[in-house]
């Protein structure tokens, strides 16, 4: 069995949590909505994620809607005392499965009451206001009313820790003048590096840094020269392109998807690949080319 306790732990919330977690989003049906293909499968990834180590999942309500975290909610509730769920509001879908953008004070307190009523929770350990922006990069903007509204939320007791989704440096700096911000949770890959220099700020304020399409998402990550490394270190591209995240810096926290349990455990692997200076010189190469 794949286990997560290698790579260390990174403090999120004020708690220690494993730097490989787990993200929902994949356990919804295609195109984040509707019910999974196969829901017995669904809760079995749950499950052999906590087994194996796991204590951070990502999701949110708006994934399905509803439906991860009634999954979650279904196959690990009660929940084990170390799992921190970090949830997201600021989105709502339309009947058609489209991304709406829910921005105000009411649509934000609404989703963090949906939130725990589907995951069966008194308060959300962690919170991430999501900005639509351009859907996967940032646009600069205010946050000024979504981030207070939150906090207001937060000192309702029913929030414990805020965390910015798709945000830029400007944005964060704004609402950590607002609220503690624990997190955030960007577009940052191998060959996605507009973050690089806010990721090496955050580390040195002790935020963590969450990447989404840790593997390209929707168009995942194609090089040569990375698939000729993986053949040499005996590992798939996508496992080393998770451990160079790993090792990129110390705030990195993962949250790969998946439906499957293999390529669950496939993705767990990755967090035992040891990259030696050579190997993250080859790799950096890789991302400038790219950038």
Not at 71 to 96: C, F, M, N, Q, W
Not at 184 to 193: A, S
Not at 236 to 241: F, I, K, N, R, S
Not at 267 to 289: M, R, S, Y
Request: charged share 20%.
């Amino acid at each position: 069995m794949s286990k997560v306790t290698v790579t260390g732990t990174f403090s999120l919330a004020g708690r220690p949590v494993r730097r490989m977690g787990y993200g929902a989003m994949q356990l919804a049906g295609p195109g984040v909505f509707g019910p999974p293909k196969d829901r017995a499968a669904a809760l079995a990834v749950l499950r052999e994620a906590v087994a194996s180590g796991v204590n951070h999942i990502d999701t949110s309500d708006f994934y399905g809607p509803h439906v991860t975290n009634q999954l979650i909610r279904e196959a690990l509730h009660p929940y084990p005392d170390d799992l921190v769920i970090v949830t997201k509001v600021g989105a709502t879908r339309g009947s058609d499965g489209a991304w709406l953008p829910a921005l105000e004070p009411a649509d934000i307190e609404r989703g963090v009451h949906d939130n725990l009523r589907n995951l069966g929770l008194d308060a959300l350990d962690v919170v991430n206001m999501r900005f639509m922006g351009s859907i996967h990069e940032p646009a600069e903007g205010s946050v000024e009313k979504q981030v207070t509204a939150l906090a207001e939320l937060q000192q309702r007791g029913l929030v414990r820790h805020i965390g910015l989704s798709n945000a830029t440096a400007a944005q964060i700096d704004e609402a950590r003048g607002i609220a503690e911000v624990v997190c955030v949770q960007n577009h940052y890959n191998l060959v996605h590096r507009d973050d690089d220099a806010l990721l090496d700020d955050l580390a040195s304020k002790g935020i963590a840094y969450v990447p989404f399409f840790p593997l390209g998402g929707f168009t995942p990550i194609q090089s040569s020269a990375l698939s000729d490394i993986a053949r040499t270190l005996g590992a798939t591209p996508m496992q080393v392109a998770l451990a160079w995240l790993l090792h990129r810096s110390p705030n990195i926290l993962l949250i790969p998807g998946t439906s499957s349990t293999v390529h669950l455990h496939e993705n767990l692997q990755a967090a035992q690949l040891n990259l030696t200076a050579d190997v993250l010189d080859e790799l950096d190469a890789i991302g400038k080319a790219q950038g």
